[in-house]
């Protein structure tokens, strides 16, 4: 992991700057390449070869051609690439994957990150082309920002960096609209016009010359093709899952695991014993006192497997004292329940390893959030008579136990691409993004054949809460602390399979992740496979709104003109309202004061 900076010009000092402001995410060493044309900074934690050789910016040559790179992430199958390589006759002085990125450039041009298995992001400068390539990996675990207007290209691991520059940095209200709608800012949008985020899956070449850049997709998203073998789909899913391990397992640094108790870190940490010893592998939990506690389950499975268990407690004081830092890292405006409390969670496990393997990604491949659930009600609910279900509609409302069925049958009279953009009609959604969502469901419905339950499944993995909403978490949180972490769920493999699962061996009326416990079921205790989905959840909204003076919030927002009159009226509306929705997204309406007091004192004057 490592942070990485670049432009095509040249101000030295400006780079150092920026490579400063990316310390925490590479405090091992620092690296600056310019030229008359380029300038590249590189900010190294290390991780392969501990060794000079694996020092970036890092430059390769071969047959007259010269090319430099800055990299953050790791490829996990580059052992395998550069076999491949050498026997085409390239050459390697180091031991490190970033080498082996350069060579695979040189051999198969930008094409190259379809060969490689890993979470990356990095800047390829072409010498000889004269051009910059940028790549993200296809799940967007690696974050990569750029500033683009016309004439100069920036481009950084994080905003704060590009905004050491003197540019117009000015609020993008679309931002803020997809902030307060979703709780983070999806790609390629970001909080600041004319800075954008390349988005997963994407290339990017910029063209030095001619100051053009051009994006494209490397990877095609599977279409949904069931597989009615339920074995033979076990037997696969198995043998990525042990391998996707093995491959993350490559450091030559200390390496240990998050295990919340929950079925996916759980599940990762036993298949882990194939290849470790469980004994001497160092594993983490965080536990509330408050809210919603998993440690119980914590605790059976540390017992079981024998792990040097680390636990700590979360409670409303670390909250309180993490406001004065947390938005240092979150460089834009975001909110996820489990944000502050995987800061001292990473913080605790910096002080035994530098990598941690992590569960995301396994609701999502195999089926786990309770909306999955509520889509096949809709899709049953569709094939009774419309008027039979406006019927319904006026009946059902009277009773309040029913709400969950009334808002599902209400959802089934609108069409499948309106899912997000109907649901819960009394909150405010702008119109940016009602069109997205709308647009973006489509897109997947058609790779489902209209299958709603696999189309937000889809949605979830490509969109919605991998990329730039859970992935942004993980990786601004653990790079607080200089910790990389690795999720063997979001190997590319996983994907594939996922669109080979048929819906009805992911989700049920009432269950869920049916064909992964399956698989399961022979090595984890019944309790944890059989628990309902809890989440990594302390009561942050509680916290939150307990305390904290909204109208005062939304008139300080108002006066600063970041809060339009839509979005003023709906926080006005529901000011004293206690249901989960009004509370969540007087949180988020909270964190972007916050967010917005933070960065227009400490770091920069926003126009």
């Known amino acids: 992991m490592c942070g990485i900076n670049g432009f095509n010009f040249v101000n030295r000092n400006t780079l150092k700057r920026m490579n400063d402001s990316l310390k925490h995410r590479g405090p091992d060493s620092e690296g600056i390449y310019s030229n008359k044309i380029v300038s590249l900074g590189h900010r190294r934690l290390s991780i392969i070869d501990l060794s000079k050789k694996g020092s970036q910016p890092m430059t390769y040559s071969h047959k007259k051609r010269k090319v430099i790179i800055v990299h953050n992430g790791e490829i996990y199958n580059f052992s395998e690439l550069k076999k491949d390589l050498e026997k085409k006759g390239y050459k390697f002085k180091s031991k490190t994957d970033t080498e082996v990125i350069l060579a695979s450039y040189l051999e198969w041009g930008v094409d190259c990150v379809k060969k490689f298995n890993g979470m990356w992001a990095f800047c390829i400068y072409d010498m000889n082309k004269k051009i910059l390539f940028l790549s993200r990996d296809r799940a967007g675990k690696k974050p990569l920002y750029y500033f683009y207007d016309g004439k100069k290209f ?31 800012i999806p790609a390629p949008f970001s909080i600041y016009k004319n800075i954008f985020k390349l988005e997963a899956r994407q290339n990017l070449v910029f063209d030095i010359n001619k100051t053009t850049l051009k994006k494209e997709y490397y990877y095609k998203i599977p279409k949904y093709t069931p597989v009615e073998n339920k074995k033979q ?20 640094v200390p390496l240990g695991a998050f295990l919340s108790g929950g079925l996916d870190s759980s599940a990762i940490v036993s298949k882990m014993s194939k290849f470790v010893d469980l004994k001497k592998l160092h594993t983490f939990s965080i536990g509330f006192k408050e809210g919603n506690d998993e440690t119980p389950y914590s605790d059976m499975m540390k017992n079981l497997l024998k792990t040097k268990h680390h636990h700590e407690y979360f409670n409303r004081n670390d909250f309180e004292s993490l406001l004065k830092e947390m938005f240092y890292y979150f460089d834009e405006p975001f909110f996820d329940h489990s944000m502050f409390p995987s800061i001292p969670l990473s913080k605790m496990s910096k002080k035994y390893i530098t990598v941690s393997l992590s569960g995301d990604g396994g609701d999502e491949i195999f089926g786990g959030y309770p909306r999955y659930n509520i889509a096949s009600k809709i899709e049953l609910l569709k094939k009774i008579p419309i008027f039979f279900r406006k019927i319904l509609l006026k009946i059902i409302p009277n009773y309040s136990k029913l709400n969950n069925i009334n808002e599902g049958i209400r959802l089934s009279l609108f069409n499948k691409e309106d899912f997000y953009s109907e649901a819960r009609s009394y909150v405010y959604k702008p119109e940016i993004y009602k069109k997205l969502m709308r647009e973006k469901l489509k897109y997947f419905l058609n790779l489902t054949k209209d299958n709603l339950t696999e189309a937000i499944i889809m949605m979830d993995l490509y969109f919605y809460t991998i990329p730039d909403n859970f992935l942004t978490k993980t990786d601004r949180t653990s790079m607080s602390k200089s910790l990389e972490v690795r999720c063997p ?39 944890i496979i059989k628990r309902k989905k809890e989440g990594f959840m302390p009561p942050i909204v509680e916290w939150v709104n307990e305390k904290n003076d909204f109208n005062r919030i939304i008139n300080e927002l108002d006066k600063k003109n970041l809060l339009n009159k839509e979005w003023k009226s709906f926080s006005l509306k529901i000011l004293n309202k206690k249901d989960k929705v009004s509370m969540t997204y007087k949180t988020r309406l909270f964190l972007f004061y916050k967010w917005y007091e933070y960065w227009n004192n400490n770091q920069v004057t926003l126009s």
């Open 233 to 252: 789909l076990i037997k696969e899913a198995d043998k990525i899952f042990e391998d996707s391990i093995n491959l993350r397992l490559i450091s030559d």
């Open 154 to 184: 920036i481009f950084s691991s994080e905003l704060k960096a590009i905004i050491k520059h003197k540019i117009n940095v000015e609020i993008n209200e679309k931002g803020v609209d997809l902030y307060l709608s979703m709780g983070f």
């Open 489 to 527: 769920f979001l190997d590319y493999r996983f994907f594939e399979l996922s669109s080979k699962i048929p819906t009805k061996w992911k989700i049920s009326y009432s269950e869920t992740k049916i064909l992964m416990k399956e698989m399961l079921k022979n090595y984890l205790p019944k309790k």
